[in-house]
C-alpha cells in the first residue's frame, strides 16, 4: 500500500457526461500529480500540483482540468467524455521537499470507460 | 525533451531464468533522476527503484539489480531466477532535477514480462 488513496476505482459513463476522479495524498506530501494510462499513449504525465498551486502541465486536454484543496486532497475533473478518454488514471504523491528520497508514489488508479 | 526507451516489448521466460530489462534514456539535463516501476496483473504501480545521476553504483536488492551506465545512457534491470510472480509489466522512468516541471515523470513504453512455472 503506497498511501495514496483514489476513488472511485471504476467508473463505467457515456459519451458527453463529466466525471470527477479524486486523491487524497500520502500523509504529509505536498506535490500531486496526475498520469494517464492508455494503450495507445502508454503513461503520460497530465498535470502537477504542489501545495495548492499548478506547476505543472503536461499533454491535458481543454476539456479536463484539476485543483488540489488546502486539504491537500486533488480532483481531476474529465467533462465532454469521449470515447477515446477510456484509460486507467494514476494520481502520485511525492513531499516535495526535494532530497534523495522524494519519489512519486503512485496511488491504485481510477479506471475509466466511456460507452 | 526527455524520452525514455524500453526496446523490449515482451520478454517470455522460464521460472529460474534470469532476465534483463533494457531501459535507454535521452535527456539534456545534468542532474536527473531514473526510476522503474512495476505494475503487476492488479494493475496499481509499484516503486521499485531511483537513482540520482550523480550516482552510477549499481545496486542489489534481493533477486533484482540495476546497472546504470551514464556513458551508454542506460539503466538496465535483472532479475535473477525470476518467479512466477515477478510476471509484469516494468516500467523505466526519467524525471529532470529542475525547472518547472520537476518531478514530472516521463515513462517507457514498458516491458511486459511473462514468467513461466
Known amino acids: 500500500d503506497s498511501g495514496v488513496t483514489q476513488t472511485p476505482k471504476h467508473l463505467i459513463t457515456a459519451t458527453g457526461q463529466r466525471v470527477t476522479l479524486r486523491c487524497s495524498p500520502r500523509s504529509g506530501d505536498l506535490s500531486v500529480y496526475w498520469y494517464q494510462q492508455s494503450l495507445d499513449q502508454g503513461l503520460q504525465f497530465l498535470i502537477q500540483y504542489y501545495n495548492g498551486e499548478e506547476r505543472a502541465k503536461g499533454n491535458i486536454l481543454e476539456r479536463f482540468s484539476a485543483q488540489q484543496f488546502p486539504d491537500l486532497h486533488s480532483e481531476l475533473n474529465l467533462s465532454s467524455l469521449e470515447l477515446g478518454d477510456s484509460a486507467l488514471y494514476f494520481c502520485a504523491s511525492r513531499t516535495g521537499r526535494g532530497g534523495s528520497t522524494d519519489t512519486q508514489y503512485f496511488g491504485p488508479g481510477t479506471r475509466l470507460t466511456v460507452l | 525533451a526527455q524520452k525514455v526507451t524500453q526496446a523490449q516489448t515482451e520478454i517470455s521466460v522460464v521460472e529460474k531464468e534470469d532476465v534483463t530489462l533494457d531501459c535507454v534514456y535521452e535527456t539534456r539535463d545534468t542532474t536527473y533522476y531514473l526510476f522503474w516501476y512495476k505494475q503487476p496483473p492488479s494493475g496499481e504501480l509499484v516503486f521499485l527503484i531511483r537513482r540520482n545521476s550523480f550516482d552510477e553504483q549499481n545496486e542489489i536488492s534481493g533477486r533484482y539489480s540495476w546497472n546504470f551506465q551514464k556513458s551508454t545512457s542506460s539503466f538496465n534491470f535483472t532479475i535473477t531466477a525470476s518467479q512466477v510472480v515477478d510476471s509484469a509489466v516494468y516500467f523505466c522512468?526519467?524525471?529532470?532535477?529542475?525547472?518547472?516541471?520537476?518531478?514530472?515523470?516521463?515513462f517507457g513504453q514498458g516491458t511486459i514480462l511473462t514468467v513461466h512455472p
Open positions: 522512468a526519467l524525471s529532470e532535477a529542475g525547472g518547472t516541471s520537476y518531478g514530472k515523470l516521463t
